[in-house]
């Protein structure tokens, strides 16, 4: 079945550093991926849509300057947090869609971020 | 989108059948009902979906009301590893877009 590897699964980072967290789809071609957010007791909030090859779509209130999404091959996307701050602590999950799925989407294992 | 309802937390017995319940009285001709858990500290898992027709697989059965109005999801003997949040989201015909999570039901399952 369709894998959605995410890496890393946890990482602690100084306020104001950057931190990447990779998004790969180990089986199948996704031409658009997404990330989520998703603090503690709360449900999954949708950050932005990832299309290969073009722009990410960030959803309302969801600063793109400040979490970067590269989406550069039909098997990769990477969502950037710059000048990290505790606040942005939280759990970072990616999943991906293959084309003309209707069977649903493929997450990834989720990366917790703290941020001290 | 289309939206769900569902109930906060559920708890069940191990080795008993949980039936978890989904209202969506406004879901349209073509969307799927779609079923996804998350177990803690990971990210969430497909369960099922279906359009109009009961669905079954390895997992689960998903029974559809005659009206698409509503749908149950059903664990036919929980065990501890069933503990999770289960969502039912309505997905448009072609996959749509966007999956947008309600706040799911908490399933706690005992021994």
């Known amino acids: 079945g369709a894998v959605v590897s995410q890496h890393p699964s946890w990482v602690i980072c100084k306020s104001g550093t950057s931190v990447k967290i990779e998004c790969r789809s180990l089986?199948?071609?996704?031409?658009?991926m997404f990330w989520y957010r998703q603090f503690p007791k709360q449900s999954l909030m949708l950050m932005a849509t990832?299309?290969?090859?073009?722009?990410?779509?960030?959803e309302q209130g969801v600063e793109k300057d400040k979490f970067l999404i590269n989406h550069a091959s039909l098997t990769l996307s990477t969502l950037t947090v710059t000048s990290a701050h505790p606040e942005d602590s939280s759990f970072y999950i990616c999943s991906a869609r293959g084309f003309g799925s209707n069977y649903g989407y493929t997450f990834g294992s989720g990366t917790r971020l703290t941020v001290v | 989108d289309a939206k769900t309802t569902q109930p906060n937390s559920m708890e069940s017995n191990e080795e008993e059948p949980v039936h978890l319940p989904c209202n969506h009285s406004?879901?349209?001709?073509?969307?799927?009902i779609h079923w996804y858990r998350q177990l803690p500290s990971q990210g969430p898992e497909y369960v099922i979906h279906g359009l109009t027709s009961n669905v079954n697989n390895r997992m689960a059965s998903l029974a559809i009301a005659e009206d698409r109005k509503s749908s149950t999801l059903i664990l036919h003997r929980a065990t501890l590893r069933d503990a999770a949040v289960y969502y039912c989201?309505?997905?448009?015909?072609?996959?749509?877009?966007?999956?947008?999570f309600g706040t799911g039901t908490q399933l706690k399952v005992e021994l």
């Open positions: 406004t879901i349209s001709g073509t969307d799927y």
């Open positions: 989201i309505l997905m448009p015909l072609g996959g749509g877009n966007k999956l947008t």
């Open positions: 990832s299309n290969e090859g073009s722009k990410a779509t960030y």
């Open positions: 089986d199948f071609q996704a031409t658009t």
